[in-house]
């Protein structure tokens, strides 16, 4: 059978490149920075263009489609997932490591339909890599098909997670209690790309092992959650729950064996994972 949203996938992957061509240009301009919620929640004029150009050429095509956008919702638009066809878009992933010209920045782009992510896209764009998903489909990085880590002991993994954009003192204190508990497992390493997106797509990639975060937002992590799945990996809440995109928390990890549950469900037992908020 025909697949509905292939033609949707087509146009996002096309635009995904598009606004990374536009992203890359503007690394070599002025980047003028503004700031959101706090002193270090960046955002750039190259943020809300790209945002534009990403929702007018969707707009033009699939005008019945519906949007949640950061940079739209950072201007005063909801941010409420319905059972509409509905694009979940960050026109950059890594704002900050844009403004520093840190390598790793992505459009990320994830699609839902009864509020279940059809297709993803990530577009590593200083990079040039391009990961998608399609559900039930598989995940490919520039065409090529992602396996998540076989490794199965926490002991020997990699753990990607990132410090948010709260200077909070008691949030900062429960970020780094997390992380003394993680490392001190012990883990292999604790590392971070500075975009949510990328770290899902390392974690699809096979070269870590877990990614959690709390505090991120469903732009963040909606392309990216797919891929990780369509990668044969799993997503669950902190605490090791379901998964919920709206919630801010999240934990994507290699696979569900008993051992690689650990993270989530020590946080029942040991309080690995600190709230942040
Ligand atoms: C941020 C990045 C960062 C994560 C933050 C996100 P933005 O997205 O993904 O890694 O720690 O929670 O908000 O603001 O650069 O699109």
């Known amino acids: 059978m025909a697949d509905v949203w292939q033609s949707s996938m087509d146009h996002a992957v096309a635009v995904a490149r598009k606004a990374g061509e536009m992203v ?33 050429s969707v707009k033009e095509k699939f005008p019945t489609h519906r949007f949640i956008g950061e940079e739209s919702v950072a201007a005063g638009e909801s941010c409420n997932l319905t059972d509409d066809p509905t ?16 390598p790793f920045v992505a459009v990320s782009i994830g ?18 890599k391009m990961f998608t998903a399609r559900r039930g489909r598989g995940a490919f990085c520039n065409g090529e098909p992602l396996q ?13 997670t990132e410090f948010g954009s709260s200077r909070d003192p008691v949030a900062v204190d429960h970020i780094f209690r997390s992380l003394r508990n993680i490392l001190c497992l012990p883990v292999h390493g604790v590392r971070g790309a500075g975009t949510a997106a990328i770290n899902m797509c390392l974690v699809a990639s096979g070269c870590v092992e877990v990614y959690y975060e709390i505090g991120i937002h469903v732009w963040d992590v909606a392309a990216g959650s797919l891929i990780v799945s369509e990668a044969g990996g799993v997503l669950m809440d902190v605490d090791g729950g379901d998964v919920d995109l709206m919630s801010r928390r999240i934990v994507a990890a290699q696979r569900t064996s008993n051992r690689q549950r650990s993270i989530a469900e020590d946080r ?8 942040a908020e």
């Open 268 to 275: 029942q037992r040991d309080q690995v994972l600190q709230p």
């Open 87 to 102: 694009w979940i878009i960050d026109p950059i992933d890594g704002t900050t490591n844009f403004v520093h010209a840190f």
């Open 148 to 160: 998540v880590s076989e490794q199965t002991d926490i002991h020997q993994a990699i753990v990607a």
């Open 111 to 128: 699609f839902s339909v009864n509020k279940q992510v059809e297709f993803g896209v990530v577009y590593s764009c200083l990079e040039d």
């Open 24 to 56: 890359r240009g503007a690394l070599k301009d002025d980047r003028t920075v503004m700031t959101k919620s706090s002193a270090v929640d960046l955002v750039t004029q190259t943020d809300q263009k790209v945002e534009q150009l990403i929702i007018q």
